[in-house]
T-cell receptor
Framework: EAQVTQNPRYLITVTGKKLTVTCSQN?????MSWYRQDPGLGLRQIYY???????DKGDVPEGYKVSRKEKRNFPLILESPSPNQTSLYFC???????????????FGAGSRLTVL | AQSVTQPDIHITVSEGASLELRCNYS??????LFWYVQSPGQGLQLLLK??????LVQGIKGFEAEFKRSQSSFNLRKPSVHWSDAAEYFC???????????FGDGTTLTVKP
């Protein structure tokens, strides 16, 4: 089944304790992206990647890191989490359609992170 | 920079009634437009998309949307709402090769029996 898999789905952690949220897709998609969803704010893009070793900042990258060493994986790293990073996180991927550039996103089920 | 506005935070309709969810965008060129639906506790699922051509696009679950360039709008419609349509709906604009996508704040749909 074509899917985007995120882990963990739920996590409670403490301020300053490094954590990684993994994201993996099995569709051979070039494009991957991370979003956070907060009440009343919709989805905001954190980072995205157009292909292996190609990443760029979205609208809210502060406090996050990403890497894209393999096509299928795009982990989100919180080096020193803070309470304002408590949120619902979504990973998404899509085929990159080249010239048209339009991307239809397939989303993971989400990872709910609480930072105390 | 692009932006998306969904003016209605919450809409309540009766089952069987028609539905229209509003979406306005701001972008300097022809955008790529999407509607996604998020059921409680789930990820987002694509309902429909507009890239070019016919301005009335059909999606899954009986939804349709109309792109109106003059009004910078991409409103979502359904002629008869079902209780299972209760969810949160997001309008989004993609900006092509730039790789960035912007979502509206979402509209929560409640369906009354």
């Amino acid at each position: 089944e074509a899917q985007v898999t995120q882990n963990p789905r739920y996590l409670i952690t403490v301020t300053g304790k490094k954590l990684t949220v993994t994201c993996s897709q099995n569709m051979n998609h070039e494009y991957m992206s991370w979003y956070r969803q907060d009440p009343g704010l919709g989805l905001r893009q954190i980072y995205y990647s157009m292909n292996v070793e190609v990443t760029d900042k979205g609208d809210v990258p502060e406090g996050y890191k990403v890497s894209r060493k393999e096509k299928r994986n795009f982990p989100l790293i919180l080096e020193s989490p803070s309470p304002n990073q408590t949120s619902l996180y979504f990973c998404a991927s899509s085929l990159w359609t080249g010239g048209s550039g339009a991307n239809v996103l397939t989303f993971g089920a989400g990872s709910r992170l609480t930072v105390l | 920079a692009q932006s998306v506005t969904q003016p209605d935070i919450h809409i309540t309709v009766s089952e069987g009634a028609s539905l229209e969810l509003r979406c306005n965008y701001s972008y300097g060129a022809t955008p790529y437009l999407f509607w996604y639906v998020q059921s409680p506790g789930q990820g987002l699922q694509l309902l429909l998309k507009y890239f070019s051509g016919d301005t009335l696009v059909q999606g899954i679950k009986g939804f349709e949307a109309e792109f109106k360039r003059s009004q910078s709008s991409f409103n979502l419609r359904k002629p008869s709402v079902h209780w299972s349509d209760a969810a949160e709906y997001f309008c989004a604009v993609g900006v092509g090769n730039a790789g960035k996508s912007t979502f509206g704040d979402g509209t929560t749909l409640t369906v009354k029996p």
